[in-house]
């Protein structure tokens, strides 16, 4: 029998603003050239930089703020060098993010009738042109295939977040709806923020630990199979495709190495590195966070492909070297994370590609 230990779910929404690329003069963060933005990635790259220090007063939600990427495979890829100490300098020119701690500390209500932990930590990630509010769960304890479906039906359809000294919890959307509000005040303009916000959310869930047995594809039965896939559609009715259509093999193609994914959600098996030797845990983890970085900087590129074909004429030449830099990101993948394949070869994806190619021009 198959007993899951350990489980990391990472969750984000998605917001796009041309406030600093479109303001004569955006304030209060260095994000409309390139000059300031790689200038902010040098000051806070080796050590946490509190808003206030940045800004000159407290933020309302966002609290110590720091490079938003890591030394690993896929900012290594994205970058096209290992030497991490001059990622700041690609800051612009790579479109990389600075991530943030929030001040608004939540649990997880209910968590007495479950017979396993879960412990969320709300996060930010910033942009020169928008953000996501990133929701971080740790599923420690015994659990199974079943709970982990159900822990995120919870997690999109109940009042499962619960803010430190307030009566009661909050669903999933409006704890992202107070994140927004605070993040628009402290750092996009506030009431002249004039955002676009993207209805599909990205889930990322993998298993980092079990005990004995695997979710075998050539073995689950059509009642698991229905349990699977509510671990990347969690809203609404049941998924009207069969199960295969939702699974891309990885290699080896043996059954035990895949993703399930639907829209920008998507839940990983690497059986594999599910064993615990050497590195595998931390080889587990990282495969885990590169999707999860990879789709959330994919969906940013594609929104601010989508802004950029409303702003207003003339467009700032700082708006135009990112659309090209999104655009270049998006048609040539350093990074060919099977997931982020898919995601850029989706219609939509094509289609804002066609779009900012003609908006930019010869």
């Not at 107070?178 to 209805?199: C, K, L, M, Y």
């Amino acid at each position: 029998m198959m007993t899951l230990t350990e489980t990391r779910i990472e969750i984000a929404d998605q917001h796009t603003t041309l406030y600093y690329l479109e303001a004569a003069a955006p304030k209060p963060l260095p994000f409309g050239s390139e000059a300031a933005y790689c200038g902010l990635h040098k000051q806070i790259q080796n050590r946490p930089t509190g808003y206030a220090e940045l800004c000159g007063s407290d933020g309302s939600v966002l609290s110590q703020m720091r490079v938003g990427y890591r030394d690993n495979n896929y900012w290594t890829w994205v970058i096209g060098h290992g030497d991490s100490a001059t990622y700041p300098d690609y800051a612009w020119k790579r479109i990389l993010p600075v991530e943030s701690r929030l001040r608004i500390r939540i649990g997880f209500a209910g968590k007495n009738d479950l017979p396993f932990k879960v412990g969320p930590v709300p996060r930010a990630l910033l942009y020169p042109f928008g953000w996501s509010t990133w929701v971080s769960l740790l599923v420690t304890g015994p659990h199974s295939i079943e709970d982990l479906a159900d822990l995120l039906q919870a997690v999109f359809k109940e009042r499962r977040f619960q803010p430190e000294g307030e009566p009661s919890p909050l669903s999933l959307p409006f704890l992202f709806n107070r994140v927004a509000t605070g993040i628009r005040a402290d750092a996009f303009g506030g009431a002249q923020t004039r955002e676009f916000s993207n209805p599909e959310v990205v889930a990322v869930s993998t298993v980092l630990a079990k005990d004995g047995g695997s979710y075998s594809l050539g073995a689950v039965s059509s009642a698991e199979e229905a349990t699977m896939l509510r671990l990347v559609h969690p809203q609404g009715p049941p998924p009207a495709r069969s199960f295969r259509t939702y699974v891309r093999e990885l290699k080896p193609a043996n059954g035990v190495e895949y993703v399930l994914r639907s829209d920008r959600k998507r839940f990983l098996w690497v059986e594999h590195l599910l064993s615990p030797e050497g590195r595998n845990k931390a080889e587990l983890e990282c495969y885990h966070n590169n999707t999860f970085h990879s789709l959330v900087r994919a969906g940013h590129l594609q929104g601010l492909l989508d802004a950029a074909a409303t702003a207003q004429a003339p467009r700032a030449p700082a708006l135009d070297q990112l659309v090209s830099i999104a655009l270049s990101s998006l048609k040539v993948l350093n990074y060919r994370n099977a997931s982020l394949r898919d995601f850029v070869e989706e219609t939509s994806v094509q289609q804002s590609v066609t779009a900012a190619e003609k908006l930019l021009g010869p």
